[in-house]
């Protein structure tokens, strides 16, 4: 019999829709039955991709608040601005990345 594998655990960014796996994300919870929003535990999540432009979206378009169905207290906010400024500044390929060097020449 063939061993087990396990999928890996894919997740989607509330705001850019960007697709990855969940280890690339930050993931934020209301807890169940107190319905307090936090950053670790269980309950219903909701996935945010670590880039201060998904961060700004998703606070001005209450993009956590729909996901999780109650609203997230500007603390949760102001704690994940704080570790925007510790992470290093290397971004991932992908949404995050413009490609301004195209400028549709010889498409015909």
């Keep these: ?3 087990l594998r396990s999928k890996p655990n894919y997740r ?3 705001s ?3 697709i990855d796996h969940r280890s ?3 993931r934020i919870v209301r807890s169940y039955p107190s319905r307090k929003v936090q950053l670790e535990g269980t309950g219903r999540s909701a996935y945010l991709c670590p880039q201060a432009e998904c961060l700004a979206v998703a606070r001005r378009k209450d993009r956590l608040g729909r996901a999780l169905k109650v609203p997230v207290p500007d603390e949760i906010y102001q704690i994940l601005q704080q ?3 510790t ?3 290397t971004a991932k390929p992908g949404f995050h990345q413009v490609d301004q060097g195209r400028t549709g020449e010889g498409l015909l």
Excluded: E, K, Q, T
Aim: with cysteine; glycine share 6%.
């Design 1 to 3: 019999m063939a061993p």
């Design 12 to 14: 989607r960014c509330l």
């Design 16 to 18: 850019c829709r960007r």
């Design 24 to 26: 690339s994300f930050w």
């Design 83 to 85: 570790r925007l400024g």
């Design 87 to 89: 992470l290093p500044s």
